[in-house]
Structures are given as C-alpha cells and as structure tokens.
C-alpha cells in the first residue's frame, strides 16, 4: 500500500502529518509513504526524516487585491503541475491532505484519477481549503467533536480522530526535565510561546508581564521566541534578574511541556492538542486574524477550565501580569486546572487517523 501526505507550511499543518506518517510507518512496515510540502515550509522537523519527502510550489493568495496575486497564480498552476506529476510517480493509494492552499490541487488531480482521499482538520472551525475539498474526499477527519457543527453537509464522511501528536512528545518525569534545563524544582517554571514561527507580540506582551512581578525569584522562564526576536530577547532578559532559557526553536519539546507549570501561548490547533496531552494549565492568547481559528480553538481549554483567555489587544494592559502572578501564587488552582483533563476524554489521534486511512484501502 502507498499513502501520500501533504501539508501546509507551518507546524501546524507539518507536526500532525508527521506524527501521523511516524505512526504508518511503525505500524506497518509494508507500508510506503511520501510526503509533500510547501517550497516555504519550515526545514527543521522534515531534515532528518526516515521517507521520501518532496516540495511543490505555493504562494498565499490574498483576497483583496494584490499584484503579488500574480505570481501566487503562476506559482499554483505551477505547484498543480508538479502534484500531477508526483500522483502519477508515486502512484498513492490514497492521499492525506492536512490543510492549506497547497492540498487543493493534490486532492483535486487524486480524486479525478480514482484515488482515495482524506483531508484532516485541525482546528475546530474548518479552514478555506478542507471547506472547498470537503465534497471532493472520502472522508473527514477531525480533530475537535465541534468542528461537526461546522460540517453538517458531510456528516456520513466525518471520522473524529483528534489530532495526531510528534512521536518524540513523551511525558517525562518532572525533574529529569528541570534538570534538562539546569532549572530548581521549587519554582514555579512559565513555558512561553507563540507557534513555530514565535510571536512578537507574546514575546514582548510577556516580558512586560514578568518585568511587573516584584519577586522574580518565584520563577523560572523556558521562552521559545522565533528567530527573528531571538537576539532582542536575549537582552532584555539579562536586565531582568530572571533564571531563563531562551530558544529560537526547541526541537526537545516534550522536556518544556514536562517541566512547566504553565503555558503561555497562542491557540494553534497543533498548541492545543499538544496541551491537552500534556495536561497543563495554560493562559491562551489567541492570535485575532486567523479567520476565528484560535479563539474557538482556545475555548476548548476555556470550557473544561484549564485554560484562560487573554485577548491580543489587552497584552498592552496587566492583565497578563496579574494572571501570572495570581497563578503563581496559587498551587492549589494550577492542580485544579490540570485535573480537569481527567473529565476529559483524549483521543490516541495517531492510531485513530491511521486506522481511517487504512479504511480507505
């Protein structure tokens, strides 16, 4: 059997076909796999990958009017191109599309050539692109029961999964994690980020925070800024007085998640499932122009209170500072929102979207 997967740019759309191909692969060896990205796609998590992976080209096409649109058409005639030539290579039994621009003529070419196809969601609120495909697929799978609401059209096709979660994201003990990060075991560890690309507004919206908290000895920081607030924030933090790590990219994610007592972050559907796995208490700063995306991603942590929302617009404010503070002054409340998963039932995402592809065949 041969599966093909394709993905959209960011770790979002990559993380989860990753972990879903990792999942194939060790389950069936028989199985043969190829994946296919963006030409843009952040090059870290596919370096070092155990199958053929390939790129095709893609550019956003924005709605409004823009002369850049040109050479976004060009460049998506061209990526339709080169899905055809590939489905004609590789020749999949079926194909898996993870969101994003780049799925639709991959999805498209394979269902006029009879293949099977599936196209998975991420986020609670479907995106353009699995909207569009959705009545060209055989089956959807999704990663929030919400995300059926938003999909009634299709609800014989709709499988829910979850969403499948890096093989490398294993829970470890507490302190062999703090020890990872040369961290004490008696503070209170804050782990801050904002997707795979960092954020500049949570970068600096959480320094302000942390620099308003009179006793910094409370805590220690794990901050994931992105490159290109990387070298800004390194300043700042020696100024501060604050036991901080500082990353660009943290390929060791499961010793963050493991070692902190909080996550501040964006509402990312890939973020989430990775927070629910993990248990965690968090504060969710959703990002505002991701078509609704995040914020009805982060109210699934709202709802079962482990999480708490803080608008974008009010990082300008202290609103984040005194939450943080609150929290860490309060033990009792980060055990309360971490036993609410316990209420919660999660989904072994990465079995569960193998085993509806395998359906397929």
Same mark, same amino acid.
């Given at each position: 059997?041969?599966v093909?997967?394709i993905?959209?740019s960011?770790?979002?759309?990559?993380?989860?076909a990753?972990g879903f191909?990792?999942?194939?692969?060790n389950?069936?060896k028989n199985?043969a796999?190829? @994946?296919?990205l963006?030409k843009?796609?952040?090059?870290n998590?596919?370096?070092?990958l155990?199958?053929k992976?390939?790129?095709i080209?893609?550019s956003?096409?924005?709605?409004?009017?823009? *002369?850049?649109?040109?050479?976004?058409? @060009?460049?998506?005639?061209?990526?339709?191109?080169e899905?055809?030539?590939?489905?004609?290579?590789?020749?999949?039994?079926?194909?898996?599309?993870f !969101?994003?621009?780049?799925?639709? %003529?991959m999805?498209?070419?394979?269902?006029?050539? !009879?293949?099977?196809?599936?196209?998975?969601e991420q986020n609670?609120?479907?995106?353009?692109?699995?909207?569009?495909?959705?009545k060209?697929?055989?089956?959807? /799978?999704?990663?929030?029961?919400q995300?059926?609401?938003?999909?009634?059209?299709?609800?014989?096709k709709?499988v829910l999964t979850?969403?499948p979660?890096r093989?490398? &994201?294993k829970?470890?003990?507490?302190?062999? /994690? @703090?020890?990872f990060?040369g961290?004490?075991?008696?503070? *209170?560890t804050?782990?801050v980020?904002?997707g795979?690309?960092?954020?500049h507004?949570?970068?600096f919206?959480? &320094?302000r925070?942390?620099?308003?908290? %009179?006793?910094?000895s409370r805590?220690?920081v794990?901050?994931?800024? !992105?490159?290109?607030?990387?070298?800004l924030?390194?300043?700042?933090?020696?100024?501060?007085?604050?036991?901080s790590?500082?990353?660009?990219?943290?390929e060791?994610m499961?010793y963050?998640?493991?070692a902190?007592? &909080?996550v501040?972050?964006?509402?990312? =559907?890939?973020?989430?499932?990775?927070?629910i796995f993990?248990?965690?208490?968090a504060i969710i700063i959703?990002y505002?122009? /991701?078509?609704?995306?995040?914020?009805?991603?982060?109210?699934?942590?709202?709802t079962i209170?482990?999480?708490i929302?803080?608008?974008?617009?009010?990082l300008?404010?202290d609103?984040l500072?005194?939450?943080?503070?609150n929290?860490?002054?309060?033990p009792?409340r980060i055990?309360?929102?971490r036993?609410y998963?316990?209420?919660?039932?999660r989904?072994?995402?990465?079995?569960l @979207?193998?085993? =509806?592809v395998?359906?397929?065949?």
């Amino acid at each position: 059997m041969k599966v093909l997967a394709i993905t959209g740019s960011s770790g979002g759309h990559i993380f989860p076909a990753l972990g879903f191909l990792d999942t194939l692969k060790n389950k069936h060896k028989n199985i043969a796999v190829f @994946l296919v990205l963006p030409k843009k796609s952040i090059t870290n998590p596919v370096e070092n990958l155990e199958y053929k992976f390939n790129y095709i080209s893609v550019s956003p096409i924005k709605l409004s009017f823009d *002369f850049k649109n040109f050479t976004a058409i @060009l460049r998506f005639f061209r990526g339709s191109l080169e899905s055809i030539v590939i489905l004609l290579t590789f020749r999949p039994d079926v194909v898996v599309g993870f !969101g994003s621009l780049v799925c639709i %003529p991959m999805i498209l070419f394979a269902w006029l050539l !009879g293949m099977k196809t599936l196209i998975h969601e991420q986020n609670v609120i479907p995106g353009r692109a699995n909207r569009f495909l959705a009545k060209f697929t055989d089956r959807i /799978a999704i990663s929030f029961a919400q995300t059926r609401d938003y999909l009634k059209d299709y609800k014989r096709k709709v499988v829910l999964t979850g969403n499948p979660i890096r093989k490398e &994201l294993k829970r470890i003990d507490k302190n062999k /994690a @703090l020890d990872f990060f040369g961290f004490n075991s008696d503070k *209170f560890t804050i782990l801050v980020m904002g997707g795979s690309q960092g954020s500049h507004r949570i970068n600096f919206g959480f &320094l302000r925070a942390v620099s308003a908290i %009179p006793d910094k000895s409370r805590f220690q920081v794990i901050h994931l800024a !992105g490159i290109g607030d990387y070298a800004l924030l390194k300043n700042s933090y020696k100024g501060l007085n604050i036991n901080s790590r500082l990353f660009n990219f943290l390929e060791s994610m499961q010793y963050a998640y493991s070692a902190c007592d &909080l996550v501040v972050s964006r509402a990312g =559907a890939t973020t989430i499932a990775e927070i629910i796995f993990f248990g965690l208490a968090a504060i969710i700063i959703p990002y505002p122009f /991701a078509y609704r995306h995040q914020i009805a991603n982060a109210k699934v942590l709202q709802t079962i209170g482990s999480g708490i929302i803080i608008q974008d617009n009010e990082l300008d404010s202290d609103i984040l500072s005194k939450n943080i503070e609150n929290l860490i002054n309060n033990p009792e409340r980060i055990k309360a929102m971490r036993s609410y998963y316990d209420n919660v039932s999660r989904l072994n995402a990465n079995d569960l @979207l193998a085993d =509806a592809v395998l359906s397929l065949s």
